[in-house]
């Protein structure tokens, strides 16, 4: 449907579906399918905590869809990049962003969310990765203020234990917690050995057996349940 003037959005926004509260949005270029699905996706993640989805609703969180021909700095929230974070190339690195108070947007793209052949992130659901950042960082820092801590602690003692080594969630607390859910959500890629960005836990039952305090730290936020992202 038509964005509600009352979200006060940018007008580059011209598609919106309403995921509990949490806006999904886009240009007129991305097929409604790829809102839709994205709204699914989100209504899930969310269903569990109501304290972190209204924390979220509160904190005006949204999520932004781009199409497969628009690129990260396309993303009003997001136009501005380059200038705030010089010496990344933002529309090369990234298909999707997680949400900050500076930047309410999470984003993620078409081609992933639809899981076209040509997704250069196909096997990975880039919106869990992405949006679990907006959920910690929006939502659940706001409705547990002692999470952050938490969350460093269950890190900390992961590497300390030699857990991670070689991939993605061992740069810091809030990467481990994203894989960790994509992990959850059975969204994420193996590899073995670790390579650079992935190992071989790529699934809920293994992330339980590898690092059981990040499984228990995750099962606070998420249902433990068996639906799980899938292509449409």
Known sequence: ??????????????KYVDASGIPIISSERPPDAALLRACSVVVRMLG????????????????AVMAE??????????????EAFPGTDWDTRARGLGATPARPASSCAEENVLCYPSDPYKGEDILVH????????????????????????VFEGAIRAGKWANTYAATNKDEYWAEGVQGWFDTNIESIPGNGIHN???TRAELREYDRPLHDLIARYFADDAWRPSCP
């Open 1 to 14: 449907s038509d964005v509600p003037s009352e979200l006060g959005l940018d007008p580059f926004y011209k």
């Open 48 to 63: 569990l905590r109501d304290d972190v989805r209204q924390a979220m609703i509160a904190n005006r969180t949204r999520v």
């Open 69 to 82: 021909t628009e690129v990260t700095t396309d993303i009003p929230e997001h136009s501005d990049l380059y």
């Open 130 to 153: 992405e949006f679990s950042h907006a959920i910690a960082i929006m939502g659940i820092a706001f409705a547990e203020p002692t999470f952050d801590e938490e969350l460093q602690e």
């Open 200 to 202: 071989e836990i790529n």
